[in-house]
């Protein structure tokens, strides 16, 4: 039985740390008896590259494709593709716009509610607000913030953004909107973002909220290139619970984040491969909708950061 698994972007710390965990979920299948060849592609974030790798893949005889799409609103030629050879696809991460997944009986979607990931950072924030006086730099009773979004139109981005803020209100806490930032889930683009808009707000900034843990340490690296001191420091929020990110709350640099279960999703994605490929055991899997399993997020903060920890040395372990 061969896997196909071709995702969007290596160089993306959460998607690397994923596919690691999904090769281990397959390597334990092959444990227990079942024989399987994992085929792997980097799209490098083209959409045009991704179509001809699944191509590619669908030609070398993989049974199964698991996808983590660079475009999700344009996945029309893989389906085709994979509707013509009869390969059943499950999307991974990011999720296809739901009209696409139902053009067909055999496409799934593993991942996350974006959602929940927002209203998660919106209630560490405001928790992390109403316990410090200090964070209102400028005792002004109103919070002022930026946000450092993942990608233009991207609907994770707009839903995690909406989601915290409207959380953050919700609460209680008043806001003032400083700037916001694309920097495309990467901590390099972050950090220059950062250095724009604290050069424009100065030390205006008392809140960054950003869409995944790479942007919020971009953020921080921002700061730390600029020489401000601890006390003048704004609060970072971040999303995914990455290695870096997790051990950047441990240590105090980050206020909190949002856990992403990798480890579940890669367990889900692997055991539906597994049933899509043997025949058995797809009925005994619990799906939304008959095509979606979600995992939920978790909040981390400094209290509890240890269990996720103590989870990424297992896994390194079993590496």
Not at 98 to 104: G, K, V
Not at 125 to 131: E, K, L, P, S
Not at 161 to 181: D, R
Not at 220 to 232: C, G, I, R, W
Request: with cysteine; aromatic share 8%; proline share 2%.
């Amino acid at each position: 039985m061969q896997v196909g698994i071709a995702y969007y972007n290596q160089s993306d710390t959460f998607i690397s740390q994923m596919i690691e965990c999904l090769k281990g979920e397959f390597e334990e299948l092959e444990r227990e008896g079942l024989e399987i060849t994992v085929m792997m592609r980097d799209a490098a974030e083209s959409q045009r590259v991704q179509d001809d790798q699944v191509k590619e893949l669908i030609g070398a005889g993989c049974d199964v494709l698991c996808v983590n799409l660079v475009d999700r609103a344009d996945p029309s030629e893989i389906i085709d593709f994979a509707r013509e050879y009869n390969v059943p696809i499950i999307f991974f991460n990011r999720e296809p716009v739901a009209e696409d997944l139902m053009q067909w009986d055999k496409l799934y979607y593993v991942g996350a509610d974006a959602k929940q990931s927002g209203i998660m950072q919106g209630e560490l924030a405001a928790g992390a607000i109403q316990a410090s006086r200090h964070i209102d730099h400028n005792k002004d009773g109103k919070i002022q913030y930026v946000v450092l979004e993942g990608e233009a139109g991207h609907q994770d981005s707009i839903i995690r953004t909406e989601s915290a803020v409207n959380t953050l209100k919700e609460k209680g806490i008043h806001l003032e909107k400083l700037s916001c930032g694309i920097a495309n889930w990467n901590r390099a683009q972050a950090q220059n973002r950062m250095m724009q808009m604290i050069g424009q707000h100065q030390n205006q900034i008392e809140l960054v909220l950003a869409n995944n843990d790479d942007m919020a340490l971009g953020a921080l690296d921002a700061y730390k290139k600029l020489n401000v001191t601890e006390s003048a420091l704004p609060v970072f929020f971040g999303i995914d619970g990455t290695d870096v990110g997790l051990e950047a709350v441990a240590d105090g640099r980050l206020s909190a984040t949002v856990y992403n279960d990798k480890e579940g999703q890669s367990a889900a994605i692997a055991r539906l491969a597994a049933a899509l490929m043997t025949g058995k055991g797809i009925h005994m899997i619990q799906f939304e909708n008959k095509k979606y399993i979600y995992l939920p997020y978790k909040k981390v903060t400094d209290v509890n950061v240890h269990v996720y920890y103590k989870k990424e040395e297992e896994e390194q372990k079993k590496e």
